[in-house]
């Protein structure tokens, strides 16, 4: 295992093509913020603008990627599986701001959706604005044995059937659907 830096808060908004510069900006402020705290902030912002206090890169190749998320004691991240999973996997409740097709940032609203089912069976911290952002990343910091989650070993059935259950009940939940007999 990778030894975390104790003051990494690491921060992606993925690959897509939609800017996210809400979560850009909610970072930024919150690394402005925490100057002098001892505390590095890295934020991988895509298509958005970059920071303007935090460390700020575009893109990262797989591999610098994975280690900053194998070094973060915090990471923050939009609504995707992929990143979630892979927060998870190294032991770390992901804070997650989804994106919202409402501010352009997506072409629909599946993220939302998916991190509030996500949050309500305590998987993510879910963070819906800019004060809940800051509280969790704090909280995070001041209180790390509450954001660890539980490293998969030996889950893939128990993911992908948790996963199949979770896109059945989307399904079902949308208008003029019912649910997929087993």
Sequence with gaps: MTDRESRLVFVSVGTDHHPFARLVEWADAWAADARGRDVRCVVQYGRSPA?????????????????????????????GPTTIAESRRRGLLPVVVPRSPGLGEHVD??????????????????????AGLRDRIDRALDDPGAFRAEAATDSIAATVRRFGTLVDELLAARPGRTRPSS
């Design 51 to 79: 920071p303007r206090v935090a460390e700020g890169h575009a893109y990262l190749g797989h591999d610098e990627l994975t280690s900053l998320m194998a070094r973060a004691s915090v990471i923050v991240c939009h609504g």
């Design 109 to 130: 609203d599946h993220q939302e959706r998916f991190c509030a089912r996500l949050s309500a069976s305590g998987l993510i911290a879910l963070a819906r604005d800019e």
